[in-house]
């Protein structure tokens, strides 16, 4: 099998400055050029990046005068009392913020510092989160921009605050639920106004080796990649159910315990690359549903979602590991009212890979009392004690290439020794666990159980006749020619996504139908996508990994490729429904 590519890139051109050297030589350039009595050079911050590093290198530049636009944010008790009401105090769930920078932002302060840029001479520097609202105006702007999975990285390490909080030393999960909740919806709001106002684009994701491009080169990239199949870049994590599938197949880290998760189709979490003059150059991957979302989804599914990715691909590796939390999600108008989220997380389990005593629990079992089941879950939890999860919750045998369907407010969880990909709705942080099997989480502690907040949602009537009609088994042959095969796997008819299964050892046209499309090739070494126009460059695609074509591409074509030619190959495809 070859190898499953973990830094997937995609060529632009344009110019890069590698290292701070090269940056501050470009910048110093573009001042020198102008003959000024004033000028000023506005650096906006997304939460996360080093500041240290950021002002200690743009020192370099000898400014008249340095603004730091923190001096301008209400007290950190402030900025607290007014978020709360959607950072809430529960350990994990928020409400999704309605605010901008102008609610963290006291006006006296904001004109004190206005006042200074105005009768200022020489190089003024504007710095930090909300500098482009403090500097009205900018002779030039540099967006420092981070990656939400670094983001994640640096809470662990304890090396970020939060959004007008010093609160470096708190526990990653609180910070993980204050940025989600409230801070990358701030900065998301403002950075979409600063595609066409910045200058430069910088690439704060690895300390110390920073990378910029100028504004336009990062547009015409991402103009460019809109009209082609891409990937994103994936990422990995332990967890305490994780397996070992990952560790081999995607040549994963021997020395970690397990691999639980992996995240390859998810824009709001995963970067993108950009390969520039031979160097990488990373952004979030939301930058693009930003910038181009009718391109990239599709002007249904836009007018639908907006600038969301409404699908998401992901791994829940179990082999030689152990079941997943038995959970359910919200159902649309729970996730509406409690979290501030228009629409909720539906999904399915693809099995990629089982070994023989694979399982899947899904739906109540026919006949049982509900009372009893929220009251045994309830001692479980207050005890320690043992659920016991098979006397309630049907267990299905799960084999390669079973579709679970799983609807909001269906209970379930994998079973140990299966290998899932995961298609679904993209709000992924919305999961109410019910039963953690007495485990503790990767951090020695006991993950939070919800069993209050799910017992609202959990849909009695999805029982065991209800599961075998409408959740388990639903494939069913749509076309087939010369080569190839169409089966629907689903998802269930009150989900928006559709599944497509296409087999073929031939070439088979898709069309992208004004919806986003994303696929993973789930059997075969190697396939190669095509446009029938030459609209793209050839893209090929290995084993198990997700690729994302744009609604703009239109008709393309996926052929076996390499090793695989003359071979049966496999794709799974999810697309926004919206035609009747």
């Not at 904001?110 to 002779?139: F, M, P, W």
């Not at 460059?537 to 290995?542: A, E, K, L, Q, T």
Request: aromatic fraction near 12%; glycine fraction near 6%.
């Amino acid at each position: 099998m070859l190898n499953y590519n973990k830094t997937p890139f995609f060529p632009i051109r344009g110019k890069l400055f590698s290292g701070w050297n090269s940056i501050i030589e470009e910048l110093n350039t573009k001042i020198i050029k102008n003959d000024f009595n004033r000028y000023i050079l506005t650096i906006e911050c997304y939460q996360g990046v080093n500041h240290d590093e950021l002002k200690s290198n743009l020192s370099l530049l000898n400014p008249n005068l340095l603004i730091q636009s923190d001096e301008a944010f209400y007290s950190e008790d402030k900025i607290r009392e007014i978020t709360f009401p959607d950072v809430t105090d529960d350990p994990i769930f928020g409400y999704l913020t309605r605010f901008s920078y102008n609610e963290f932002l006291d006006p006296e302060k904001v004109e004190t510092l206005r006042t200074k840029i105005k009768n200022a001479t020489g190089l003024v520097i504007v710095y930090g989160h909300a500098a482009s609202i403090i500097a009205e105006e900018s002779d030039c702007l540099v967006y420092a921009d981070m990656a939400r999975w670094e983001i994640q990285l640096r809470q662990r390490n304890h090396q970020v605050c939060n959004l007008g909080i010093n609160n470096s030393d708190e526990s990653p999960s609180i910070q993980y639920k204050r940025a989600f909740f409230v801070d990358w919806r701030v900065c998301d709001k403002l950075k979409q106004e600063l595609f066409d106002k910045a200058d430069f684009w910088l690439d704060t994701n690895k300390e110390d080796e920073p990378k910029m491009i100028k504004a336009d080169t990062l547009l015409n990239g991402l103009t460019e990649i809109v009209n082609s199949p891409f990937r994103v870049v994936p990422y990995f994590d332990p967890g305490p159910w994780g397996g070992q599938w990952m560790k081999d197949m995607c040549e994963l880290d021997k020395t970690k315990p397990n691999f639980a998760w992996a995240f390859d189709g998810v824009p709001e979490e995963n970067s993108l690359l950009f390969e520039i003059e031979g160097e990488i150059f990373e952004i979030p991957s939301i930058n693009l549903v930003f910038y181009k979302a009718k391109e990239l989804l599709g002007e249904p599914v836009e007018s639908r979602f907006g600038k969301e990715f409404p699908i998401r691909f992901d791994f829940l590796d179990t082999m030689d590991g152990g079941n997943l939390s038995l959970q359910v999600h919200p159902t649309t108008q729970y996730i509406r009212d409690t979290f501030g989220m228009s629409y909720t997380q539906d999904e399915s389990y693809y099995i990629l890979d089982a070994k023989e005593d694979a399982t899947v629990y899904l739906g109540v079992k026919t006949g049982i009392n509900k009372c009893d089941m929220i009251a045994d879950l309830q001692e479980a939890q207050d005890s320690g004690g043992t659920f016991e999860a098979e006397k309630y919750v049907n267990i299905f045998p799960a084999k390669k290439h079973d579709h679970f369907l799983i609807p909001n407010g269906t209970i379930h969880c994998s079973g140990k020794n299966s290998m899932v990909l995961e298609i679904s709705a993209t709000p992924y942080i919305f999961t109410f666990k019910l039963y953690d099997w007495g485990r503790l989480g990767m951090n020695g502690e006991p993950r939070a159980i919800n069993i209050e907040h799910g017992s609202k949602v959990i849909q009695w009537d999805r029982n065991t006749e209800y599961c075998l009609e409408n959740l388990v088994g639903q494939e069913e042959l749509v076309a087939q020619g010369d080569g190839w095969r169409e089966e629907r796997t689903g998802l269930h008819k009150n989900e928006f996504i559709e599944t497509r299964r296409h087999w073929f050892s031939k070439k088979v046209t898709h069309h992208t139908g004004d919806s986003v499309n994303v696929l993973n090739l789930i059997e075969g070494a190697e396939a190669i996508v095509e446009s029938p126009t030459k609209k793209f460059n050839p893209f090929i695609v290995r084993y198990a990994e997700t690729f994302i074509v744009p609604a703009a591409v239109g008709e393309y074509c996926i052929s076996p490729f390499g090793k695989s030619e003359g071979k049966e190959c496999g794709t799974i495809k999810a697309y926004v429904r919206h035609k009747a």
